[in-house]
Protein backbone atom coordinates (compact mmCIF):
# COMPACT_ATOMS: atom_id res chain seq x y z
CA UNK A 1 0.00 0.00 0.00
CA UNK A 2 0.86 3.72 -0.27
CA UNK A 3 0.64 6.77 1.13
CA UNK A 4 -1.99 9.11 -0.52
CA UNK A 5 -1.21 12.57 -2.13
CA UNK A 6 0.84 14.82 -0.56
CA UNK A 7 1.90 12.18 1.87
CA UNK A 8 -1.14 12.11 3.50
CA UNK A 9 -2.38 8.41 4.95
CA UNK A 10 -4.52 6.42 2.80
CA UNK A 11 -6.74 5.90 6.02
CA UNK A 12 -6.40 6.98 9.28
CA UNK A 13 -7.38 3.20 11.90
CA UNK A 14 -8.49 3.96 15.52
CA UNK A 15 -7.18 0.38 17.22
CA UNK A 16 -8.94 -0.10 20.54
CA UNK A 17 -7.10 -2.76 22.35
CA UNK A 18 -5.09 -3.26 25.15
CA UNK A 19 -3.39 -6.36 25.52
CA UNK A 20 0.49 -5.20 24.94
CA UNK A 21 1.95 -8.12 22.98
CA UNK A 22 -1.38 -7.97 20.43
CA UNK A 23 -1.09 -4.53 20.58
CA UNK A 24 2.21 -4.02 19.90
CA UNK A 25 2.09 -7.01 16.72
CA UNK A 26 -0.42 -4.76 15.24
CA UNK A 27 1.61 -2.05 15.46
CA UNK A 28 4.52 -3.32 13.72
CA UNK A 29 1.56 -4.95 11.19
CA UNK A 30 -0.20 -1.71 10.49
CA UNK A 31 1.88 0.80 11.37
CA UNK A 32 5.27 0.34 9.28
CA UNK A 33 6.21 3.66 7.67
CA UNK A 34 4.97 3.87 3.88
CA UNK A 35 2.30 1.32 3.89
CA UNK A 36 -0.26 4.46 4.10
CA UNK A 37 -1.59 3.78 7.12
CA UNK A 38 -1.55 6.17 10.45
CA UNK A 39 -2.72 3.99 13.29
CA UNK A 40 -4.17 5.43 16.81
CA UNK A 41 -4.32 3.71 19.70
CA UNK A 42 -6.95 3.72 22.29
CA UNK A 43 -6.18 1.21 25.22
CA UNK A 44 -9.48 2.06 26.96
CA UNK A 45 -13.45 2.19 25.96
CA UNK A 46 -13.35 5.92 27.77
CA UNK A 47 -10.13 6.90 25.30
CA UNK A 48 -11.94 5.62 22.42
CA UNK A 49 -14.77 7.74 22.93
CA UNK A 50 -12.69 10.60 23.42
CA UNK A 51 -10.82 10.02 20.22
CA UNK A 52 -13.98 9.66 18.00
CA UNK A 53 -15.20 12.48 19.72
CA UNK A 54 -11.74 14.68 18.66
CA UNK A 55 -11.07 13.40 15.11
CA UNK A 56 -13.03 13.85 11.88
CA UNK A 57 -10.75 11.48 10.14
CA UNK A 58 -10.81 8.27 11.21
CA UNK A 59 -11.56 5.67 8.75
CA UNK A 60 -12.20 2.53 10.14
CA UNK A 61 -11.95 1.13 14.00
CA UNK A 62 -10.86 -2.37 15.28
CA UNK A 63 -12.41 -3.04 18.40
CA UNK A 64 -11.31 -5.35 21.11
CA UNK A 65 -14.50 -6.98 22.67
CA UNK A 66 -12.34 -7.99 25.68
CA UNK A 67 -11.49 -4.55 27.17
CA UNK A 68 -11.31 -4.40 30.82
CA UNK A 69 -13.64 -1.03 31.28
CA UNK A 70 -16.61 -2.11 29.39
CA UNK A 71 -18.36 -4.70 27.52
CA UNK A 72 -16.93 -5.03 24.31
CA UNK A 73 -20.51 -5.18 22.86
CA UNK A 74 -22.11 -2.58 24.40
CA UNK A 75 -19.21 -0.39 23.63
CA UNK A 76 -19.88 -1.34 20.28
CA UNK A 77 -23.28 -0.44 19.91
CA UNK A 78 -21.92 3.19 21.64
CA UNK A 79 -19.58 3.79 18.80
CA UNK A 80 -22.16 2.77 16.37
CA UNK A 81 -24.17 5.90 17.84
CA UNK A 82 -21.51 7.67 18.55
CA UNK A 83 -20.13 7.79 14.55
CA UNK A 84 -23.03 5.94 12.71
CA UNK A 85 -20.50 6.48 9.56
CA UNK A 86 -17.27 5.24 11.31
CA UNK A 87 -17.25 1.28 10.31
CA UNK A 88 -16.07 -0.71 13.30
CA UNK A 89 -14.31 -4.21 12.50
CA UNK A 90 -14.50 -6.43 15.88
CA UNK A 91 -11.13 -7.95 17.10
CA UNK A 92 -12.10 -11.35 19.00
CA UNK A 93 -10.03 -14.26 20.38
CA UNK A 94 -13.67 -15.71 20.15
CA UNK A 95 -15.41 -18.17 17.21
CA UNK A 96 -18.10 -18.52 18.72
CA UNK A 97 -20.93 -18.18 16.23
CA UNK A 98 -23.38 -16.60 18.69
CA UNK A 99 -20.44 -13.51 19.24
CA UNK A 100 -19.94 -13.33 15.65
CA UNK A 101 -23.81 -13.15 15.02
CA UNK A 102 -24.00 -10.52 17.73
CA UNK A 103 -21.26 -9.00 16.77
CA UNK A 104 -23.11 -8.07 13.42
CA UNK A 105 -26.36 -7.67 14.71
CA UNK A 106 -25.00 -4.82 16.91
CA UNK A 107 -23.42 -3.28 13.49
CA UNK A 108 -20.16 -4.42 13.05
CA UNK A 109 -19.07 -4.51 9.36
CA UNK A 110 -16.50 -7.36 10.25
CA UNK A 111 -15.32 -10.23 12.68
CA UNK A 112 -11.91 -10.81 12.46
CA UNK A 113 -10.58 -13.63 15.14
CA UNK A 114 -7.33 -12.78 16.57
CA UNK A 115 -5.68 -16.24 14.86
CA UNK A 116 -6.15 -14.64 11.45
CA UNK A 117 -2.93 -14.53 9.20
CA UNK A 118 -1.51 -11.09 9.00
CA UNK A 119 -2.73 -10.79 5.10
CA UNK A 120 -6.12 -11.86 5.44
CA UNK A 121 -6.69 -9.38 8.48
CA UNK A 122 -5.30 -6.83 5.75
CA UNK A 123 -7.22 -8.34 3.06
CA UNK A 124 -10.63 -8.02 5.38
CA UNK A 125 -9.43 -4.29 6.22
CA UNK A 126 -9.45 -2.90 2.83
CA UNK A 127 -12.80 -4.91 2.00
CA UNK A 128 -14.67 -3.07 4.64
CA UNK A 129 -12.34 0.19 3.79
CA UNK A 130 -13.85 -0.19 0.04
CA UNK A 131 -17.30 -0.60 1.40
CA UNK A 132 -17.91 -3.91 2.26
CA UNK A 133 -18.57 -6.27 5.05
CA UNK A 134 -15.93 -8.77 6.08
CA UNK A 135 -17.58 -12.17 7.11
CA UNK A 136 -15.00 -14.84 8.84
CA UNK A 137 -14.69 -18.44 7.67
CA UNK A 138 -16.57 -19.65 10.27
CA UNK A 139 -19.99 -18.48 9.18
CA UNK A 140 -20.13 -20.88 6.71
CA UNK A 141 -19.89 -23.83 9.44
CA UNK A 142 -22.76 -22.49 10.83
CA UNK A 143 -26.44 -24.47 10.32
CA UNK A 144 -29.03 -22.65 8.57
CA UNK A 145 -30.95 -20.16 10.14
CA UNK A 146 -27.76 -19.09 12.29
CA UNK A 147 -26.54 -16.19 9.88
CA UNK A 148 -29.36 -13.76 9.77
CA UNK A 149 -28.58 -9.98 9.61
CA UNK A 150 -25.24 -11.48 8.15
CA UNK A 151 -25.97 -12.83 4.20
CA UNK A 152 -23.09 -10.71 2.78
CA UNK A 153 -21.12 -14.03 2.52
CA UNK A 154 -23.82 -15.62 0.17
CA UNK A 155 -24.29 -12.59 -1.57
CA UNK A 156 -21.00 -12.25 -2.34
CA UNK A 157 -20.92 -15.49 -3.38
CA UNK A 158 -23.68 -15.76 -5.57
CA UNK A 159 -21.85 -12.53 -7.22
CA UNK A 160 -19.16 -14.30 -7.67
CA UNK A 161 -20.45 -16.78 -9.54
CA UNK A 162 -22.06 -14.53 -11.75
CA UNK A 163 -18.52 -13.40 -13.28
CA UNK A 164 -18.10 -15.06 -16.77
CA UNK A 165 -14.28 -17.28 -16.99
CA UNK A 166 -12.86 -14.53 -18.82
CA UNK A 167 -13.69 -12.13 -16.05
CA UNK A 168 -12.96 -14.77 -13.16
CA UNK A 169 -9.16 -15.16 -14.86
CA UNK A 170 -9.22 -11.13 -14.99
CA UNK A 171 -10.13 -11.20 -11.15
CA UNK A 172 -7.67 -13.17 -10.15
CA UNK A 173 -4.96 -11.16 -11.92
CA UNK A 174 -6.60 -7.81 -9.91
CA UNK A 175 -5.55 -9.98 -6.42
CA UNK A 176 -2.17 -10.45 -7.99
CA UNK A 177 -2.06 -6.64 -8.47
CA UNK A 178 -1.56 -6.66 -11.90
CA UNK A 179 -1.90 -3.28 -13.75
CA UNK A 180 -4.26 -3.41 -16.76
CA UNK A 181 -1.17 -3.11 -19.41
CA UNK A 182 0.17 -6.82 -17.37
CA UNK A 183 -2.98 -7.88 -17.82
CA UNK A 184 -3.72 -7.39 -21.26
CA UNK A 185 -0.74 -8.80 -21.61
CA UNK A 186 -1.52 -12.15 -20.08
CA UNK A 187 -4.71 -12.64 -21.53
CA UNK A 188 -3.87 -11.45 -24.90
CA UNK A 189 -6.36 -8.81 -25.58
CA UNK A 190 -6.12 -4.81 -25.79
CA UNK A 191 -5.99 -2.58 -22.27
CA UNK A 192 -9.17 -0.78 -23.79
CA UNK A 193 -10.90 -4.72 -23.30
CA UNK A 194 -9.15 -5.38 -19.77
CA UNK A 195 -10.79 -2.04 -19.05
CA UNK A 196 -14.55 -3.20 -19.80
CA UNK A 197 -13.22 -6.61 -18.23
CA UNK A 198 -12.47 -5.00 -15.16
CA UNK A 199 -15.54 -2.06 -14.88
CA UNK A 200 -17.90 -5.38 -15.29
CA UNK A 201 -16.10 -7.25 -12.52
CA UNK A 202 -16.13 -4.53 -10.18
CA UNK A 203 -20.00 -3.83 -10.98
CA UNK A 204 -21.23 -7.53 -10.45
CA UNK A 205 -19.37 -7.66 -7.31
CA UNK A 206 -20.72 -4.26 -5.82
CA UNK A 207 -17.33 -3.14 -5.19
CA UNK A 208 -16.04 0.69 -6.11
CA UNK A 209 -12.37 -0.25 -7.02
CA UNK A 210 -9.90 -2.77 -7.27
CA UNK A 211 -8.83 -3.06 -4.10
CA UNK A 212 -12.62 -3.94 -3.10
CA UNK A 213 -12.51 -6.66 -5.64
CA UNK A 214 -9.48 -8.50 -4.63
CA UNK A 215 -10.29 -8.19 -1.04
CA UNK A 216 -13.46 -9.79 -1.74
CA UNK A 217 -12.20 -12.56 -3.73
CA UNK A 218 -9.47 -13.13 -1.10
CA UNK A 219 -12.13 -13.35 1.28
CA UNK A 220 -13.69 -16.50 -0.49
CA UNK A 221 -10.63 -18.25 -1.50
CA UNK A 222 -9.60 -16.72 -4.76
CA UNK A 223 -6.12 -16.51 -5.40
CA UNK A 224 -3.77 -15.73 -8.64
CA UNK A 225 -3.83 -19.27 -9.14
CA UNK A 226 -7.48 -19.46 -8.81
CA UNK A 227 -10.39 -20.71 -6.06
CA UNK A 228 -9.09 -23.04 -3.11
Same mark, same amino acid.
Given at each position: ?46 ? =???? /? ?6 ? +?? @??? %?? !??? #? ?36 ? =???? /? ?6 ? +?? @??? %?? !??? #? ?98
Amino acid at each position: MTPGQNGSPQAVILLIEDHPLFLDGLRRFLGKPGDGYELVVAESAAT =AKEI /ISNRGDLN +IA @LLD %LG !LPD #ACGFDLLAGIRQQAPALPVVVLSGSTSGSDIRRAFHTG =ARGY /ITKDTRPD +IM @LSA %LQ !LVL #AGGTYVPPQLVTMQPGQTAGIDEFSVAESRLGRLTERQQEVLKLIVAERSNKDIATEIGCSQATVKVHVTAVLKTLGVPNRIGAAALARQHGIEETGRV
